[in-house]
């Protein structure tokens, strides 16, 4: 039985699916059988795609995957409108491709069965041109050197930053035979 992957609000639409290491894990590579955690733990770390995003942080907190430019009420409407189950797009097992493209909101798949329907149409491009506009003015990782992240992900950089200073400071004082009492 695969693990089951809850949904999560601040994953990276996935590298897993696509992954040739998936096959290697749900299958029984050399004997080697791997508990459903331990599944579930390298399933997260391709979505999150570690092996394609340089960072972790993200400009964009709250929204699906936590690197999507929309905003989830946007995609609700986008999915109302195009009856394209956009949220699909964030799970391993998922069996639609890239259905937004935000270099050319005009031929974003998910537009297909809506074309005819100007109405419709016309709204749903224009969600996906917001979406373009935020990825134009907000840097992301995988794309631009200068990603800003976004203030839940600054807080933390600043916390791992502290943490790390302290550390580095007991092992300095370890190094010379000094002690280090919690406080």
């Known amino acids: 039985m695969a693990a089951v992957r809850p949904r999560y609000k601040n994953l990276t639409p996935g590298g897993a699916h696509a992954s040739k290491l998936t096959k290697v894990i749900d299958g029984n590579h050399q004997g080697v059988k791997l508990s459903p955690k331990e ?3 390298l399933y997260t770390w ?7 995003y340089p ?7 709250s929204t699906l ?18 009856e394209v189950n956009i949220w699909e797009l964030n799970n391993h097992g998922r069996k639609l491709t890239a259905q937004i493209s ?7 798949p998910c537009l297909d069965k809506i074309r005819n329907d100007k109405q419709k149409y016309a709204r749903a491009v224009e969600i996906i041109r917001t979406g373009q ?3 134009k003015a907000t840097p992301r990782g995988d794309i631009e050197k200068d990603l800003v992240p976004c203030e839940r992900h600054k807080a933390q950089l600043r ?11 007991n092992c300095s004082i ?3 035979d000094g002690k280090v009492y919690d406080k």
């Open 39 to 41: 599944k579930e733990i």
């Open 46 to 52: 391709m979505d999150l795609n570690g092996v394609y």
């Open 55 to 61: 960072v972790y942080e993200s400009a964009f907190d």
């Open 65 to 82: 995957a936590g690197r999507s430019p929309l905003y989830n009420q946007e995609i609700e409407e986008l999915i109302k409108l195009t």
């Open 102 to 108: 935000f270099d050319r909101p005009e031929v974003s």
């Open 133 to 135: 506009k935020r990825l």
């Open 159 to 169: 916390k791992y930053a502290e943490r790390l200073k302290i550390e580095q400071q």
């Open 174 to 176: 370890i190094g010379q």
